[in-house]
């Protein structure tokens, strides 16, 4: 434990002096202008966030939503999407199809090619053509154009079939009169670069299932034709081979599938749609509270999968609770209503919301986040609106749902120095600490805590975990430093009660190893010095409050990435900045570019990333967290000059530390 302390501190190093400029070499000529497409290609993570898989997988993700704003708008019912090897894709929609006459500002070409080849082009623009759509910046279509190395588009318009081919941006092919047809719609055919993604990237049948699926569910409108070649669907994967997706309900129907074989704390679902005052848009949303409190909020705009949320979930959340402290104070029943937050509410609750508005404003290029201001205010009036009605149409529901999350509040503020804490037998569910994902196995054998900084941390880790054997215990910040605070400023800290009473197994004189609920309690923080300084503070608590819990080989550190390297489909990555230097030099070929991506911190990482990385078992590392000494006396008195020197109350303590190895720091200080 004392290396830990020790390399936990800050390093420094003498700040490199910058080199002296030269620019006797700095002329015309070198400076660039790219045009076309040729900067799609140069920075393709400027556009789909990458040139991994998972970045590929967002191409077809660009082509179906135009086919969805065509069903969207009322112009197209039917949607067809296959594989074949080869990555080859090919989307279909019945919709007016892509105009084919020349444009009027480049009259040469038709409207089809400006489209294709030209960045920022588009009939999205305003909203003569599209009330609302998922398209918004006309980059969409071009940058798949320029990221294929083969695209083919057929339109057919007025009875008649055009074609024209493309290949890496430009046009191949002069726009081709087909022939005559009697059907309509846009045929979008094309196959990922391996110049870009590389040789070894695929696309995975049952991803792109999922994705053409969730699209069918947020448009009832519209029936999605499902097809994928048999050769492709391989070892368990259920992957349908055809399907029609057509789902009259939308959202509850999603819900619904969701919610087989498991119970819910109350009947039915809170589901509804609304249209937006003066015509900018509309609202659907489908929410209910599962007994296991294992919940998820799935958010959409435009069609547009929005996994970092914004301002529709805000409104969302904000009706909710609004709504029900108004059904509490209309009732009467608001003993404990003060202690309630927005988490107690809607913290278990499965909830989808979709939202389809005017010019919606998007956090970058892939549209993770909604940023339009007016999104909350008009989700927040009609879905409030709605609850309201809802909660006094049901007060059976609605009084079990206040119950709960009044509870939840009490359990969430109780301040217990310890309690007995056992698992939830067959007859009763025991309550534990509010932000606590336990997991299911009632033995603590082969269990996991893992304690994690911030909800959005935990959000990832929610989805990355195995829900048999590992469980989710998020806390907000830095904990209290226990080396420096009295016992009362310890009992009185939510954060740190949370811990314990997760635990099971008392503090101090009072632990317990018989009632500690799970075998490895497991610290996860972000790979940088807030993440190191977090893990200090925790690994000071067990000492002080649980030092037979280290003793006795149940403390870890996780070892997230930093960084993560990317090259021609191959994915590698770096613990520290040492670490990225050597793959650098080690893995990656030389004449290609590099990828590199810095994790800003476990929230930003993708649930799948985060459980290759860190918590599968059979794929990560781990530091086990052990007391300094050559016996158990040396090692108790050795440990405790450290964290008192380090962690105690002199700050004096620390200066002198400080000042005796600072010959040791390599840390590069910015003065």
């Not at 084919?100 to 909203?127: C, N, R, W």
């Not at 929005?306 to 104070?329: D, M």
């Not at 158990?632 to 005796?660: C, H, N, W, Y």
């Amino acid at each position: 434990m004392a290396d830990l302390f020790k390399n936990g501190g800050a390093k420094k190093q003498a700040a490199a002096k910058p080199k002296p400029e030269s620019r006797g070499d700095y002329t015309a000529k070198d400076i660039e202008v790219l045009e076309g497409l040729e900067p799609v290609r140069r920075r393709p993570g400027m556009y789909i966030g990458g040139t991994d898989e998972r970045a590929m997988h967002h191409l077809i993700a660009e082509v179906l939503d135009n086919a969805m704003d065509e069903a969207v708008a009322g112009y197209a019912n039917t949607i067809e999407v296959s594989l074949a090897p080869g990555n080859v894709v090919t989307i279909r929609d019945n919709g007016r199809g892509i105009p084919i006459d020349p444009h009027p500002k480049y009259p040469k070409q038709s409207a089809l090619e400006v489209i294709m080849t030209t960045l920022h082009s588009g009939g999205k623009f305003s909203d003569k053509v599209y009330q609302t759509s998922g398209g918004l910046h006309g980059v969409g279509i071009s940058v798949v154009n320029a990221l294929s190395s083969e695209l083919t588009v057929e339109v057919a318009r007025d009875k008649v079939a055009w074609k024209q081919d493309f290949s890496r941006g430009l046009a191949k092919s002069k726009l081709t009169k087909v022939g005559p047809v009697n059907r309509r719609g846009t045929t979008v055919r094309y196959v990922p670069d391996t110049k870009i993604f590389g040789d070894e990237a695929h696309y995975k049948p049952a991803t792109v299932y999922r994705m053409v699926r969730s699209k069918a569910y947020l448009f009832e409108g519209v029936r999605v034709r499902w097809a994928c070649d048999p050769s492709l669907i391989k070892g368990d994967d259920a992957t349908p081979v055809e399907e029609e997706l057509h789902f009259a309900n939308g959202l509850v129907d999603y819900l619904s599938t969701v919610m087989t074989g498991r119970k819910r704390l109350i009947e039915g679902f809170f589901d509804g749609k609304a249209d937006f005052p003066e015509k900018e848009g509309k609202c659907e949303w489908a929410i209910c509270w599962p007994d296991d409190e294992e919940g998820f909020l799935n958010s959409y705009c435009n069609t547009i999968p929005t996994p970092e949320g914004g301002t529709h979930e805000q409104g969302l959340k904000a009706a909710l609770l609004r709504s029900l402290k108004g059904y509490a104070e209309m009732t009467n029943k608001t003993k404990g209503l003060a202690n309630v937050t927005g988490e107690d509410l809607w913290g278990g609750a499965c909830m989808m919301l979709s939202v389809f508005v005017k010019e919606p404003q998007f956090q970058g290029q892939t549209k993770d986040k909604l940023v339009s201001v007016n999104a909350q205010r008009l989700v927040d009036n009609v879905v409030k609106d709605h609850f309201d009605h809802w909660l006094s149409g049901h007060p059976t529901n609605a009084d079990a749902l206040l119950e709960t999350t009044i509870a939840r509040a009490n359990d969430r503020i109780r301040k217990k120095q310890d309690q007995d804490m056992s698992r939830k037998s067959a007859t009763k569910k025991l309550r534990l600490p509010g932000k606590l994902t336990d997991c299911t196995q009632s033995s603590p054998k082969g269990t996991e805590l893992f304690i994690v900084e911030g909800d959005s941390a935990g959000g990832s880790a929610k989805q990355a975990r195995r829900r048999e054997t590992q469980a989710i215990l998020p806390l907000r910040g830095k904990i209290l430093n226990v080396a420096s605070a009295s016992d009362e400023k310890l009992r009185a800290n939510q954060e740190l009660q949370d811990l314990i009473e997760a635990l099971g197994c008392g503090i101090r004189d009072r632990y317990d190893e018989s009632k500690l609920r799970y075998e490895k309690i497991i610290i996860m923080t972000d790979a940088d010095v807030d993440g190191a300084h977090i893990a200090s503070l925790l690994m000071t608590f067990f000492y002080r409050e649980m030092t037979q819990l280290i003793t006795n080989g149940h403390l870890f550190l996780a070892l997230p990435p930093l960084y993560r390297l990317s090259q021609k489909g191959k994915t590698v990555y770096a613990m520290d900045d040492a670490d990225k230097a050597r793959l650098l030099k080690d893995v990656f070929d030389s004449r290609g570019k590099v990828d590199v991506s810095r994790f800003k911190g476990l929230g930003e990482m993708p649930a799948s990333m985060l459980k290759d990385t860190t918590m599968d078992p059979g794929k990560r590392v781990l530091l086990k967290v052990m007391l300094a000494g050559d016996d158990a006396k040396s090692e108790q008195r050795d440990t405790a000059k450290l964290v008192e020197q380090l962690m105690g109350r002199k700050p004096e303590e620390r200066f002198r530390f400080i000042q005796e190895r600072a010959q040791f720091a390599t840390a590069d200080l910015d003065i």
